[in-house]
């Protein structure tokens, strides 16, 4: 004797009809009074067959009312599966701690640049003097790599755990917003915003280079406090540095736990 064969109720009102969305089968069919049964499916709705729960995708018909009627009634229902908290893995290994606060308003308008939450202060410019704290971070980085990442068969990274970032803190920084655009021969920035936000960074900046896109946020509309990079590659080397030596300042790249300082001047 099968479940619906136990819970089948002869002189019940409404013929449900469960149906597996993902393959077409009919999962059983039973009676149910209309009082069992929800009064709208425009609302998420579970079932619990036997010891597998499912989820309601779509009903014929919709409502009480019209089933009660019909004395039918179709749910097509997706299988819901449980992750093991064991089996999720990080595609990074290292985030921020804080997040920025978003406004309605652009601080300028031309281009936009969104990022992903995650992807905040991942590669950013600090002061020289943050270089304990910055060893400190890393060290905990590095744990994570060796004790907790993986690499797949298809040779993608991933980490079981991550390193949330607390004791670098804020940059602090203090960068003339202008005399930074020509040292980096940057012009017309754009705003920042994160994917799935509404809004823009409040106080946030953007402005493209031609080897690298950067972003931070602004104090006043003058002075930079943040400043990061969207990706780091090869080509952006050279502007780093350029960077650094201006402001007397350090690159961390979070995700390697690699520190890249100002080049010692020549004698």
């Known amino acids: 004797m099968g479940f619906f064969d136990k819970i089948l109720r002869p002189n019940a009102d409404v013929e449900v009809t469960f149906i597996d969305h993902a393959t077409g089968e009919v999962i059983g069919v039973t009676k149910m009074a209309p009082e069992q049964l929800p009064v709208t499916f425009e ?6 067959l036997g010891t597998q729960e ?3 995708g779509t009903a014929v018909p919709m409502t009480s009312s019209e089933f009660s009627r019909t004395k039918k009634l179709s749910l097509r229902l997706h299988k819901i599966e449980y992750l093991n908290p064991q089996d999720i893995h990080s595609t990074l290994p290292t985030i921020s701690d804080n997040l920025p606060e978003t ?3 652009a601080l300028f308008s031309a281009f ?3 990022i992903f939450e995650d992807d905040w202060r991942q590669n950013e410019f600090l002061s020289s003097a943050a270089r304990p704290l910055v060893a400190q971070e890393a060290a905990a980085i590095r744990r994570v790599w060796t004790e907790f990442g993986k690499v797949s068969n298809d040779g993608f ?3 079981k755990q991550l390193h949330v970032r607390k004791t670098i803190g804020e940059p602090g920084l203090a960068l003339d917003f202008a005399r930074l655009q020509a040292v980096l021969g940057a012009a017309h920035p754009g705003s920042l915003a994160f994917h799935d936000q509404p809004g823009f960074v409040r106080n946030g900046f953007a402005f493209q280079t031609a080897a690298a896109t950067y972003y931070g946020l602004l104090a006043d509309g003058t002075t930079v406090t943040h400043l990061c ?8 080397l050279a502007e780093v540095q350029a960077v650094n030596q201006a402001f007397d300042l350090i690159f961390v790249v979070w ?3 690699q520190v890249i300082a100002p ?4 004698q």
């Open 157 to 159: 990274q991933s980490f």
């Open 229 to 236: 990079l969207d990706g780091v590659g090869e080509d952006a």
């Open 263 to 266: 080049e010692p001047e020549m």
């Open 43 to 48: 609302v998420a709705t579970n079932f619990t």
């Open 255 to 257: 995700y390697h736990a």
């Open 54 to 56: 499912w989820q309601v």
């Open 103 to 105: 406004d309605e308003a």
């Open 112 to 114: 936009e640049l969104t």
